[in-house]
């Protein structure tokens, strides 16, 4: 049963090559006019797939082969659980995979080298935690791996150019800027430069070489930053539309999403849902989502994004079974 339709029409334009881009993977603008030429109409439309076997909130969400993997999170009210929930996208259906070796909320997952990844999160030391585990598909088991170099949570984590990437995050009441990469192949961490404004409950992406990070907190930012994994440098994005967090992220056909989330001082859910397009520099307007959700991600298959679970009303205190899908 479908829960809403929305649909947007993506207009682009073409304009003369520009000879230089910028650290953010955009194109300067020309300084000569020519003709605008309109490119193909992209449609893109929220539908409902099917329900999750629980409700779940602040979960963290991960592709890996055709699957959609969601991982911890608030049940029932209450936080943290070993939740790992399994999509197969072909059938639409949903099945149950080994447990988290502990019960986390706001975990950082990733897929990533043939495996899923499950880092930081918040547990039952205060704080948050510095475990780092994989699951291995084909035997259903969990490995663990050399820890992050600091315990936190609600950072964003992404696979980047062979690594894991998490940044930012929040450790004994306070953001924090770090940016630790993981190497699988040596299980060893590396610091990398830190993102310039410390923050949680973000959203990212990677697009090519570049992890795109926006919004989040303290307070409801605006901001979008751009790392560069080739200079190992942050630029600064143009800002979001609308400020929130809590909010998904996911990168689709070159753009940037962000979907949902908290604004208003963390006291509402917001339907929102915008895509910044690198090349033009600018944000956009997506579809709404058909029902606000806050504390989920998105993960990307066969071009349509995923959004699982959530929760419809701020903070933990109301989890959702819905499974959103774009595309």
Same mark, same amino acid.
């Given at each position: 049963?479908?829960?809403?339709?929305?649909?947007?029409?993506?207009?682009?334009?073409?304009?003369?090559?520009?000879?230089?881009?910028?650290?953010?993977?955009?194109?300067?603008?020309?300084?000569?006019?020519?003709?605008?030429?309109?490119?193909?109409?992209?449609?893109?439309?929220?539908?409902?797939?099917?329900?999750?076997?629980?409700?779940?909130?602040?979960?963290?969400?991960?592709?890996?082969?055709?699957?959609?993997?969601?991982?911890?999170?608030?049940?029932?009210?209450?936080?943290?659980?070993?939740?790992?929930?399994?999509?197969?996208?072909?059938?639409?259906?949903?099945?149950?995979?080994?447990?988290?070796?502990?019960?986390?909320?706001?975990?950082?997952?990733?897929?990533?080298?043939?495996?899923?990844?499950?880092?930081?999160?918040?547990?039952?030391?205060?704080?948050?935690?510095?475990?780092?585990?994989?699951?291995?598909?084909?035997?259903?088991?969990?490995?663990?791996?050399?820890?992050?170099?600091?315990?936190?949570?609600?950072?964003?984590?992404?696979?980047?150019?062979?690594?894991?990437?998490?940044?930012?995050?929040?450790?004994?009441?306070?953001?924090?800027?770090?940016?630790?990469? $993981? *190497? =699988? !192949?040596?299980? /060893? %961490? @590396?610091?990398?430069?830190?993102? &310039?404004?410390?923050?949680?409950?973000?959203? #990212? +992406?990677?697009?090519?070489?570049?992890?795109?990070?926006?919004?989040?907190?303290?307070?409801?930012?605006?901001?979008?930053?751009?790392?560069?994994?080739?200079?190992?440098?942050?630029?600064?994005?143009?800002?979001?539309?609308?400020?929130?967090?809590?909010?998904?992220?996911?990168?689709?056909?070159?753009?940037?999403?962000?979907?949902?989330?908290?604004?208003?001082?963390?006291?509402?859910?917001?339907?929102?849902?915008?895509? $910044? *397009? =690198? !090349?033009?520099? /600018? %944000? @956009?307007?997506?579809?709404?989502? &058909?029902?606000?959700?806050?504390?989920?991600? #998105? +993960?990307?298959?066969?071009?349509?994004?995923?959004?699982?679970?959530?929760?419809?009303?701020?903070?933990?205190?109301?989890?959702?079974?819905?499974?959103?899908?774009?595309?």
């Amino acid at each position: 049963m479908r829960v809403g339709l929305l649909a947007l029409v993506l207009v682009t334009a073409c304009s003369a090559p520009a000879v230089h881009s910028a650290a953010d993977g955009s194109t300067p603008a020309s300084t000569t006019t020519s003709p605008r030429t309109t490119a193909p109409v992209v449609t893109l439309a929220w539908h409902a797939g099917a329900r999750l076997p629980r409700p779940v909130s602040e979960v963290g969400v991960a592709a890996l082969d055709g699957s959609v993997h969601v991982l911890g999170g608030y049940v029932d009210g209450h936080p943290g659980s070993t939740t790992h929930l399994v999509l197969d996208t072909p059938t639409g259906r949903w099945h149950t995979a080994a447990p988290l070796p502990a019960a986390l909320d706001h975990v950082g997952v990733v897929g990533l080298a043939g495996r899923i990844w499950a880092v930081g999160g918040y547990g039952s030391r205060p704080g948050g935690t510095d475990g780092l585990w994989s699951w291995d598909p084909a035997s259903d088991t969990w490995t663990p791996h050399a820890p992050l170099p600091s315990r936190r949570g609600a950072g964003v984590a992404v696979a980047l150019a062979g690594r894991l990437h998490y940044v930012g995050g929040r450790s004994n009441g306070r953001d924090v800027a770090e940016h630790d990469v $993981y *190497d =699988p !192949a040596s299980d /060893r %961490w @590396s610091s990398a430069a830190p993102i &310039p404004l410390a923050r949680d409950h973000a959203a #990212a +992406a990677v697009i090519g070489s570049l992890l795109y990070v926006a919004a989040g907190r303290p307070g409801e930012l605006r901001s979008l930053e751009v790392y560069d994994s080739a200079t190992n440098r942050w630029t600064a994005g143009p800002p979001l539309p609308h400020g929130r967090s809590s909010l998904a992220g996911a990168a689709l056909d070159g753009r940037f999403l962000v979907l949902g989330g908290e604004d208003a001082g963390e006291r509402n859910v917001t339907p929102d849902a915008e895509a $910044y *397009d =690198p !090349a033009r520099r /600018r %944000w @956009s307007a997506l579809p709404s989502l &058909p029902v606000p959700l806050q504390g989920t991600g #998105a +993960a990307v298959v066969d071009g349509r994004v995923y959004v699982p679970g959530g929760g419809p009303v701020a903070g933990g205190g109301r989890q959702s079974d819905v499974l959103l899908v774009l595309g």
